[in-house]
Every structure is written in C-alpha cells, then in structure tokens.
C-alpha cells in the first residue's frame, strides 16, 4: 500500500499550521506531521530568518530536516504524511517533484495550496503574534517577502506537475481543514 504525502504550502498566515493541527486532531495516529518551520523557530529566535520564509542560510537544514520527518513517518508506518511548508524555492520544488512526486514507488504525492488574501492574512498576524513585538515584525514583513518565491514555486508545479497541486482558499466561510484534507485525499486517490 502507498503512503500518501502532502506538501502543504502557502503565504504565512495562509492556515498551514491549522491545517496540520486540525489533521493531526482528526487522524490520530495514522498521520505523520513533518513541521519544519515549527521546527526552525525552536531552534532560533525571529532574528534568525531575517523577516524570509526560507533565507538561503537555513535552506540547507531545512530541508534535510524535511527529508529526515518523511523517512521517519515512512519507517513509523504512517498512512499519511503531511509536510509543513516545503517547496520554498525553485531547488526544492525540482527536487520534490523529481524524487517525491514522480520517480517515487512508495509515496503517492501531492501539494496542497492554501491561499487567503492579504487582508486576512495581516489580520492573522495581529491575532497571532500581536503579543510579542519580534515575532510580529516577522511575521508582518513575511507576508511580502514570501510571496516572490511562493510565485515561482507554484509557477514550476503548475508547469510540471499541475495534476499534483491543489488549491485551498481558507477564508471562505466554508473551508473546514479536515474537509479539505479529506477532499485531497479523495482527488489523490482517484489518481492514482
């Protein structure tokens, strides 16, 4: 039986972290979350990332960490996987689409888009960071100096891998995260 794997990208404050939360709530056990940026952040202070989703002197230990949660989640026998923000740049979205979407037996893989304008996105960031002055400097400049590379990671999915990306948008009124998971999960089945 394979594995299915998500990528799970977006701005910040698009509901990554949400969307992960709230899977791991429904599937228990079954799910194996691979949470880099969670990871990143309690290993170094705001300061650290310089108001960038994936500056170029973290890529490399972001990713190796991205590669080290999949194989534990494989070797755990995790019937899903879920990968908290990666691709965050043209390397790594070459390098997921070459040795995790095609090319790979054991993983039927997708990416998960999840979109919300900036309006909601900057309202986001006061609720959840609104509290600690650096983490909210941060998280305010992010959502400009994500989206430049986002753009270019879902311009290379959808010109080489567009029947593996989906796309949320997570401030309509209907979006449910377990839902929208269950959706994936549905669509990527039937592609298999």
């Known amino acids: 039986m394979k594995i299915n794997l998500f990528f799970v990208i977006g701005a910040t404050n698009a509901g990554?972290?949400?969307?992960?939360?709230?899977a791991a709530y429904g599937y228990g056990n079954r799910i194996g979350l691979v949470e880099v940026g969670k990871l990143m952040r309690m290993k170094y202070p705001p300061s650290h990332f310089k108001g960038q989703s994936n500056p170029k002197h973290t890529a490399v230990e972001a990713w190796q960490m991205m590669v080290d949660g999949v194989e534990r989640a494989k070797q755990d026998m995790k019937h899903l996987i879920l990968v908290d923000g990666q691709p965050r740049d043209i390397q790594q979205t070459h390098d997921i689409i070459n040795n995790y979407i095609y090319h790979n037996d054991d993983l039927n893989c997708a990416v998960i888009h999840l979109y919300a304008p900036l309006e909601v996105?900057?309202?986001?960031?006061?609720?959840r960071d609104g509290s600690d002055k650096e983490k909210l400097e941060l998280s305010l400049a992010r959502l400009h100096n994500d989206m430049a590379p986002l753009y270019d990671v879902l311009a290379l999915l959808h010109e080489c891998a567009p029947e593996r990306l989906i796309t949320f948008n997570t401030s309509k009124t209907a979006y449910r995260p377990n839902q929208a998971l269950g959706s994936a999960l549905q669509w990527l089945t039937e592609r298999r």
């Not at 990554?16 to 709230?22: A, G, N, P, Q, V």
């Not at 996105?121 to 609720?127: K, L, Y």
């Open 16 to 22: 990554k972290s949400t969307f992960l939360s709230d």
């Open 121 to 127: 996105r900057q309202q986001r960031a006061m609720e």
